[in-house]
């Protein structure tokens, strides 16, 4: 019994996980999101204009906006890094990157 309720759960988590879909421009909020680590909350950038100083310890960058955003290797923007993401997609973000800009 208990193996069939584990089998079911399994399976319910694979079919909902394969329907996952990258969101339209249509549903995005226009932020990038930038998570740390767990012990820190998430830092949200609304409406992100210019070159953005990415936290330290920034671990993931998921991008909810309409534009691609690039990582940069250095704090200004001036270093950029073979890294884009498209939106409604997310990275891990490489060590030693210090920011991010919206195309």
Known sequence: MRKTILSVLAAVAAFSLAGAAPES???TANQVVVFSHELSALR??????????LPI????????????????????????????VQPGYGTQIPPGTGSFALS
């Open 25 to 27: 421009a249509a549903e």
């Open 44 to 53: 949200v950038y609304e409406d992100a204009q210019g070159c953005q100083q």
């Open 57 to 84: 310890d920034a671990h993931q960058l998921n991008n909810r906006t309409d534009r691609v955003v690039t990582l940069y290797a250095d704090p200004m923007c001036a270093i950029p890094q073979m890294v884009s």
